[in-house]
């Protein structure tokens, strides 16, 4: 088949984890034997003045003439969308016809919240109802939509969006299993692997060390074997995010290396974590202070370990390529097995 992608995170420089799953789908792809061709125009406004960007997400509302013809003249059978913006809302279903197939990844919360940063997920703001009622109406219906976790598709259609579309639950990979020996230490090694900001909750791990006294190793912009490597050597991973996540990647990284986490009890994480870890307040440091002294039991660890690595395996690639290929695969078609594919070789994950 030939399959077009449209997203905004170029798979080959992915910045964050939609662009880097994106790429694991399109390797999976062509090993399956399919012609796969990416469409990620460029976005040169996310900088801009708070009004200069509210013109632009407006004027992204519309379909992109110059993308949509683009891809209607390479006449592909499928369109897989990701986080669409800057790509033009409408130009999905402006290209979606009876024999394009349109299958939309979901990543987060962009597509009803434009910052990308929803702290209380419960409650629909008047920017949300707004947002949601413009871009549903641009959006269109896609033929199947994939999310991550449950959470964030009930989010979705709480805001009335895929309410009338075909929806799959497909957690993410996390990469292959590489076995770590591990014991507690003294002093604990306490990693943190993401951008130091507020909406990380840098303000958490400011409070644990001033509290205790105790160093955490903060790390940000690393490529992913760098990171595996710091995931390693540390003790705890600890992810304090003030945001409603959906499915982080360190977290997925954390399990492939057996790795205990401490986590904000917020969004997609619960649904990740399931009772593998350790899950806080993202306001209160001192339960994440009592959570890593109960850590520092040799028999509390060990077991902490052993969850992360079961998680590891119920996110385990090659099932996620399996399942993948299956979805992609309109009923009726011969699916080619994908019996060569490397996680490793495909994406610096």
């Known amino acids: ?19 880097r799953i994106a790429g694991l789908q399109i390797e999976m792809l062509r090993t399956a034997g399919h012609e796969v061709r990416v469409w990620c125009p460029k976005i040169l406004w996310l900088e801009e003045s708070k009004w200069r960007r509210l013109y632009h997400h407006l004027k992204d509302l519309c379909a992109r003439s110059n993308i949509v013809a683009e891809i209607r003249d390479w006449k592909p059978d499928v369109l897989v969308t990701h986080n669409l913006t800057g790509c033009g809302f409408g130009s999905p279903s402006a290209i979606q016809s009876r024999e394009v197939r349109w299958i939309h990844v979901l990543h987060d919360v962009q597509l009803f919240e434009p910052s990308g940063k929803v702290y209380d997920a419960m409650r629909i703001t008047f920017w949300q109802r707004l947002w949601s009622c413009l871009r549903r109406r641009y959006f269109g219906t896609p033929n199947l939509v994939l999310s991550p976790t449950q959470w964030l598709m009930i989010e979705h259609q709480r805001r009335g969006f895929f309410l009338h579309t075909q929806t799959e639950v497909l957690p993410n990979p996390a990469p292959p299993v590489e076995f770590v020996s591990r014991q507690t230490r003294d002093p604990f090694r306490l990693l943190f692997a993401g951008w130091m900001t507020k909406e990380k909750g840098s303000h958490v791990l400011d409070e644990i060390e001033r509290v205790t006294g105790w160093q955490i190793e903060k790390v940000s912009g690393l490529d992913h074997e760098t990171v595996i490597k710091k995931m390693k050597e540390a003790d705890v991973l600890l992810v304090p995010s003030l945001i409603a996540e959906n499915q982080p990647t360190v977290i997925l990284e954390a399990a492939s290396v057996g790795l205990p986490v401490i986590a904000s009890r917020i969004g997609g994480i619960l649904e990740t974590l399931k009772d593998y870890a350790f899950t806080c307040s993202s306001s209160d440091a001192y339960e994440w202070i009592r959570a890593m002294k109960t850590l520092r039991d040799e028999k509390t660890y060990q077991t902490a370990v ?17 399942k993948f290929l299956t979805l992609m695969t309109p009923k009726g078609k011969e699916r080619k097995e994908i019996s060569n594919f490397s996680y490793r070789k495909s994406l610096k994950f």
């Open 1 to 19: 088949m030939r399959i077009a992608v449209l997203t905004n995170d170029d798979p080959q420089h992915a910045r964050g984890g939609a662009g």
């Open 306 to 322: 052993a969850h992360m690595y079961q998680l590891a395996q119920e996110h385990d690639p090659r099932s996620y390529a399996e």
